[in-house]
């Protein structure tokens, strides 16, 4: 028996100093502050930054229009939790769908490519106010009349049809010998796909998905152009009646607060996506 050839043990890293660990974040910390500082000075030297202050940046009118536009800013919390999750569910579907082959999944296929073709070609402001406007206008019996609703739909699916396409990329990824393992077996083409191939997908393209789901979390205050009363229409409300656009950057606010944690999770996942794929190399 021939003995295997061992792999040579991959060289340790060198540790770092504490001066070569802090120079690069002290450097980082202190270019950001200056062009900031910079970035500040010249719009507070303008000549109607005093008038601009006021309305825009009226400490009064953030605090007096704060607890409305948070009430807004649940309805678009409470849209985005519960679309990420319908989201999930119907791109798994239409990817699915598209990457099944054969004479008798046809229809499913050419019913994917049709349904993400079109709905990527739709911007999501249209999407919105066709459905928001156009559904409840039907009166079909059975079916909600809200706008809240359907522009919740019309978020769905739109956002569907990106989704399926970061699923489907994820699905290709996936090695060959897996689907002949699997088909050794004795799997079906449809088993081979849920037990196999999707919980692989899913893994590699987890830090695509989460970006989407930060997109998802700003996009949601389009529904405000359909009269839903979120953050965006409770701080246009209050506009309209101080003629104060200090409001708007309330709703900023909360918005900043909800995204840039969501963003850091993602990177996060995203770096130990990348730690985990250079382990599996060694």
Known sequence: MIAEERRPAPPARRTLSFRERALPFVISIVSVAIVFGLAARLVTS???WPRIKLQFFNRDAIVAAFPTVFRGFLTNMSVWAIALVAIAIWALVLAIFRSLNGPWFAPLK?????YIDLIRGIPSLLLVLLFGFGVPALQIPGLPRTGLFWGAVAMVLGYSAYAAEVYRSGMEAVHDGQRAAAKALGLSQWQTMIYAIVPQAVRNVLPALLNLAVALQKDVALLSVIGVRDAV????????????YSSLIAAAMLFLAA????ARFTDYVARKDQERRLQRTV
């Open 233 to 244: 229409r409770e701080a246009q409300i209050y506009t309209a009646r101080t003629f104060n």
């Open 259 to 262: 995204t840039i944690p969501m």
């Open 46 to 48: 303008a000549t109607h």
């Open 110 to 114: 050419v019913f994917a490519v049709l």
